[in-house]
């Protein structure tokens, strides 16, 4: 449902003020690829066999010949239910004439179900499985939440006829205990322990600005460049060991207040962490710690030539040019064009998100670059030479 009010007084190009209010229920259907995996990882539709060090390859044995160790299972909760997401959302958007507009908009989303995995024979506290059986279960649920508040402010004019700018700058600040429908808890039993600041994703969390400038030059170049930046981006620390015993090593470490004489200590730079927490130690919360700044530019040039015959202008059209000032001659039906385009132009290192294991030797390292706007791995600045034909 929304609404949309023009306030104030109008002219040619609109109203002054136009304030839009949204809202909504948004439902995500559950994956079908999860479906399949719950299917097929029944323990009995599909099995597997885990052979170590194997010295009969390329002579593969028969099944009836080999020791058998069971998958893991996949089930569906019995609770499972359709992620939704409630988002609500006010506008304000300001005309300045025939420069174009600014519009500054609030979003506000509560998702209820998100999806999520879990393992839901575990073992307890006191070693026992509430199954009551051995052996892992794996289980496609919904028990996740998710809220979610971002301002964004941008605006798109139209200085001259040759010289028109974009600018966004976004803030967003997210939480939820949930990344996804096959992410498991750091706690099988209590699935809120994970409640926190999500990371940089799909719709990335702090803030963000966005400028592109586009120059229309003589002879029918033009030149584009743009520049994004990020704040800094959040990564998650862990422990690199299963601690409870549910086959997941994403456990979280402690914050060292209270030391004993099992404790093992990692002095980082984020802080002193106790990766076997102690009575009294506050685990540390989902995704503690703050990455590196990301910073991309792009440039540009592009050059058009067009040629052929023009389009005949229809009668109807012919008697509204009658009606008022004559418009520009249609373009030429064909057009040739050639670009050159430097990605990340000015040639700045943007590291990935460090590693978060804390018995990695390469813990609170980058070992890779951002692959933000079509970087990739391969190269930190991508030079691009194309042409396109339109017709």
Avoid: C
Avoid at 15 to 24: L, M
Avoid at 182 to 204: C, R
Avoid at 362 to 389: E, H, K, P, Q, W
């Amino acid at each position: 449902a929304g609404i949309a009010w023009a306030v104030g007084q109008t002219d040619k190009h609109g109203p002054y003020v136009t304030v839009r209010a949204n809202a909504g229920i948004f439902y995500q259907r559950f994956a079908a690829p999860n479906l399949l995996t719950a299917i097929r990882q029944n323990g009995i539709s599909q099995q597997s066999y885990f052979i170590i060090n194997p010295t009969f390859y390329p002579s593969i044995p028969a099944t009836n010949q080999l020791t058998s160790t069971p998958a893991t299972p996949y089930t569906l909760s019995p609770h499972l239910r359709i992620a939704a997401e409630n988002i609500a959302s006010l506008s304000l958007e300001r005309s300045l004439g025939k420069l174009g507009s600014v519009t500054a908009t609030y979003y506000a989303v509560r998702g209820t179900h998100q999806y999520n995995s879990n393992n839901v024979n575990a073992p307890l506290a006191d070693g026992s499985r509430p199954l009551g059986r051995t052996g892992d279960v794996y289980q496609f649920a919904s028990d996740g939440v998710e809220k979610a508040q971002s301002f964004s402010l941008n605006t798109n004019l139209q200085l001259t006829k040759r010289l028109s700018v974009f600018v966004f700058y976004g803030a967003r600040r997210q939480h939820n205990d949930t990344f996804g429908a096959t992410s498991f808890p750091s706690q099988p039993y209590n699935v809120s322990a994970d409640y926190g600041a999500s990371g940089l994703g799909m719709q990335p969390v702090g803030q963000r600005l966005f400028s592109d400038l586009n120059v229309k030059l003589p002879y029918n170049f033009s030149v584009d460049s743009f520049l994004g930046a990020f704040s800094r981006s959040r990564f998650n620390i862990t422990t690199g060991n299963d601690l409870n015993g549910d086959t997941q090593y994403n456990d979280r470490p402690a914050f060292a207040s209270n030391p004993g004489p099992t404790s093992v200590l990692y002095r980082t730079a984020y802080g002193t962490f106790d990766a076997v927490p102690q009575p009294g130690e506050a685990i540390i919360p989902y995704n503690f710690a703050l990455g590196p700044r990301t910073t991309f530019t792009a440039m540009r040039l592009n050059r058009d030539f067009k040629f052929g015959p023009r389009p005949e202008v229809s009668k109807m059209a012919a008697a509204d040019v009658k009606a008022g000032p004559a418009p520009p001659p249609p373009d030429l039906r064909y057009t040739l064009s050639f670009s050159f385009e430097a990605v990340n132009a000015l040639n700045s290192t943007n590291p990935g998100t460090p590693v978060g294991v804390l018995t990695s030797p390469y813990f609170g390292r980058s070992i890779s670059t951002n692959s933000v706007f079509g970087l990739t791995s391969a190269a930190n600045r991508v030079v691009f030479l194309s042409s396109s034909f339109h017709f």
